[in-house]
């Protein structure tokens, strides 16, 4: 398949919908929902234009309300942008609802399903299947209710603030005086921020417990004795179960945290020092500058065009395009929600990257990142229908994790200087390396919160420190800190927002190392590969999309061991 330019031209074009076509309320929209649902379906070809014509009104719904959630996270202080997809989700969303479970019910009924052959259809049909079993019309505004209740955690970490050197910073930006030699002022800036979120801690329990105790009735009103069972069942793991999770911990904890332990070792003896404290963890030895890869937002995008365009012009262009359509926001502000993203826009075809950029290493991180993610949105344009665009976080990840990976030989695109260069590589090649145990313990932390749902606040805190400690080793003093690790948890905006969205991270990272493995020796047919397995969306098991990307999806502890072994030798190689 070839990969150009021609995929940034796509655009989805109307043909049920009028062409400007735009709602107001939910009478606006009932008639289109009322045709699908009383048309009359007696032949393939009735069939394939039926669904067409729904996947063309989920893909103008799925923009309209993308662009609400970019606007309102973009500037979580306008009341107008929170109004606007407020709306959507009380007013329309628990409308639509009923409707999509009623066309669910009509596809699964066509007479000619055995013979609808379409490629991808068996991998969507099995997801109708789930969906019409977890469907229950006395959930419709509980879910309401609960995403009203998420986009509460955006508000409140979105308005953290410190004051340093007689300056307001958001988190963000303070966090990077925790890479400064001066050791005082980074304690100082460190506290700063733990008593700043302690001083929301009573809030973030307040709304959690809502959260916890809406997720709970949801998953009982399902028929499932808790969330957690019925978000794998949500959530389409379909491939693996809660108990390849369990294996997964127990890989990352005997195979991954040892290398985390010796990391920090390492870094204690490089600063000098004869007690590692937390705010020591991302600070440059003396005589080494702070890596600053970038000088402001647009200075970013230029350095991302470049390092793109020298692993594939293709790659590039991508970039190159969301900067002309303005779907870029980069910068960290005061008031914009905390996090990054890429949103997949159906209709228009080309997405929107959001994050909070602050001219730090992780930043040039995050936007290779999302970068991954943007170019899996293009080229699974022409796929169609929206539910094989819709593709699960396990392939999704491997997209933007590959991409942090397989762009690292081309960094000198945001660093002149080789020994920064080699820096830069190697401190993120430890990232990765720390990224795994952190995975594992929000994981098995949430599996926790749900498997337990009556727990009390201080049950949570305990359960949090012992998983907490399970996955951290012990290299770095907490002494006189008790408080600010029992909080952590309260960081992980997934846990708040998009609860159980946290394992594909480390699957995926899995698959990301083994992608930079057959990269880093053969660039262009790994490329090819990689983009074709982003090209089937999700026409495919999981399995076999990684498979025709050349790397398995297994998180088995052979082949953790394994990766974790070559990624020791790649830490030996760049020191």
Not at 114 to 140: A, M, P
Not at 357 to 364: E, I, K, Y
Request: aromatic fraction near 12%; include cysteine.
């Amino acid at each position: 398949m070839n990969f150009n330019n021609d995929l940034l031209a796509y655009k989805t074009i109307r043909t049920f919908l009028p062409k400007e076509f735009s709602y107001k309320s939910w009478d606006d929209l009932l008639p289109y929902f009322e045709d699908l649902k009383n048309r009359t379906l007696s032949i393939n070809a009735d069939f394939e234009q039926w669904l067409n014509d729904r996947s063309e009104l989920e893909a103008a719904l799925q923009e309209d309300v993308g662009w609400k959630y970019i606007r309102m996270s973009c500037d979580t202080t306008n009341e107008q942008y929170v109004n606007d997809y407020t709306f959507f989700v009380s007013e329309i969303q628990p409308k639509i609802a009923p409707y999509s479970n009623d066309l669910d019910l009509k596809l699964l009924a066509f007479q000619g399903l055995d013979s609808y052959t379409k490629s991808g259809f068996d991998i969507l049909l099995r997801q109708l299947k789930q969906r019409v079993e977890l469907f229950r019309e006395e959930n419709i505004p509980l879910i309401a209710e609960l995403q009203n209740k998420e986009q509460e955690y955006a508000a409140i970490a979105g308005a953290m603030s410190v004051e340093v050197d007689g300056k307001e910073l958001t988190m963000q930006q303070a966090g990077n005086y925790l890479e400064l030699h001066d050791r005082t002022k980074r304690e100082e800036v460190y506290r700063k921020m733990m008593s700043r979120r302690l001083q929301d801690r009573e809030k973030l329990d307040d709304l959690f417990d809502a959260l916890l105790v809406l997720r709970h009735k949801i998953a009982l009103n399902a028929g499932f004795n808790n969330y957690r069972d019925y978000m794998f069942a949500n959530l389409g793991r379909f491939d693996y179960t809660a108990e390849d999770c369990f294996k997964f911990h127990e890989a990352v904890e005997k195979h991954l945290v040892p290398l985390v332990e010796q990391s920090e070792r390492a870094h204690q003896q490089d600063l000098n020092l004869e007690d590692l404290r937390p705010w020591d963890l991302a600070a440059e030895p003396e005589g080494k500058s702070v890596l600053r890869p970038f000088n402001g937002h647009a200075d970013l995008i230029e350095k991302t065009i470049h390092c793109f365009n020298k692993m594939n012009p293709f790659l590039g262009s991508c970039i190159q395009e969301l900067q002309s359509r303005k779907h870029l926001d980069l910068e960290s502000r005061k008031g914009k929600a905390p996090g990054g993203y890429n949103y997949p826009l159906y209709e228009s075809g080309l997405p929107f990257i959001f994050m909070n950029s602050t001219n730090t290493l992780r930043d040039l991180v995050t936007m290779v990142h999302e970068g991954g993610h943007a170019v899996q949105s293009i080229v699974d344009q022409p796929l169609g229908l929206v539910d094989f665009k819709n593709i699960p976080s396990e392939v999704a990840e491997l997209a933007s994790m590959s991409m942090e990976l397989m762009s690292m030989k081309y960094w000198d695109s945001y660093f002149a200087d080789n020994s920064e260069l080699k820096r830069a590589q190697l401190k993120h090649i430890e990232d990765v390396i720390k990224g795994l145990p952190w995975i594992a313990t929000v994981d098995a932390f949430q599996h926790w919160l749900y498997l337990n749902p009556t727990h009390t606040r201080l049950e949570r805190r305990a359960a949090w420190k012992e998983t907490y400690s399970r996955f951290s080793g012990k290299a770095v003093n907490w002494d006189g800190l008790e408080e600010a690790k029992e909080n952590l948890w309260q960081k992980q905006l997934h846990i708040y927002e998009v609860p159980f969205y946290y394992i594909e991270y480390g699957f995926a990272q899995l698959g990301a190392i083994a992608m930079w493995k057959n990269f880093s020796n053969d660039e262009s047919a790994t490329l090819q590969k990689y983009l074709e397995a982003l090209a089937l969306g999700y026409t495919k098991p999981i399995g076999e999309i990684y498979k025709t990307a050349g790397i398995e999806f297994d998180f088995s502890e052979g082949y953790v061991k394994s990766l974790a072994d070559f990624l020791e030798s790649k830490i030996k190689e760049f020191n």
